[in-house]
């Protein structure tokens, strides 16, 4: 049983019943919003970026939080290697971490991009 070539030539021996049914599971591309009254196609900037999505905030504050924390687990990593006593590896990585969560908060500088 086919239909437009798609399908078995036979149900026999594939365990399916050979009944063709179309794939619900394709994500199809979002496109622009259609909103009645209102030509998206006439503004340029709205056509451009009206079917994008921002970023949630909580996302990229928790993608920062946990860079911050793998920076950190890196050092202890290498204090402990370096045989370094427990203080001074959590005062050290305290401060680390404080600096790190400081320069995240203020804006980023136009020239360079924000790294750790």
Same mark, same amino acid.
Not at 71 to 98: F, H, N, S
């Given at each position: !049983?086919?239909?437009?070539?798609?399908?078995?030539?036979?149900?026999?021996?594939?365990?399916?019943?050979?009944?063709?049914?179309?794939?619900?599971?394709?994500?199809?591309?979002?496109?622009?919003?259609?909103? *009645?009254?209102?030509?998206?196609?006439?503004?340029?900037?709205? *056509?451009?970026?009206?079917?994008?999505?921002?970023? *949630?905030?909580?996302?990229?504050?928790?993608?920062?939080?946990?860079?911050?924390?793998?920076?950190? !687990?890196?050092?202890?990593?290498?204090?402990?290697?370096?045989? *370094?006593?427990?203080?001074?590896?959590?005062?050290?990585?305290?401060?680390?971490?404080?600096?790190?969560?400081?320069?995240?908060?203020?804006?980023?500088?136009?020239?360079?991009?924000?790294?750790?």
């Amino acid at each position: !049983m086919s239909y437009n070539n798609i399908g078995l030539s036979t149900p026999r021996g594939s365990g399916t019943s050979g009944y063709i049914t179309r794939n619900v599971a394709q994500i199809k591309p979002r496109g622009p919003p259609v909103k *009645a009254g209102k030509d998206f196609a006439d503004d340029s900037e709205l *056509a451009k970026d009206a079917w994008r999505k921002e970023p *949630a905030k909580e996302i990229a504050e928790h993608d920062l939080k946990r860079q911050v924390e793998v920076k950190c !687990m890196e050092l202890r990593d290498q204090l402990e290697d370096e045989g *370094a006593d427990e203080e001074e590896i959590e005062k050290r990585v305290e401060y680390l971490r404080e600096s790190l969560i400081k320069r995240s908060s203020r804006p980023p500088q136009r020239s360079q991009p924000q790294r750790f």
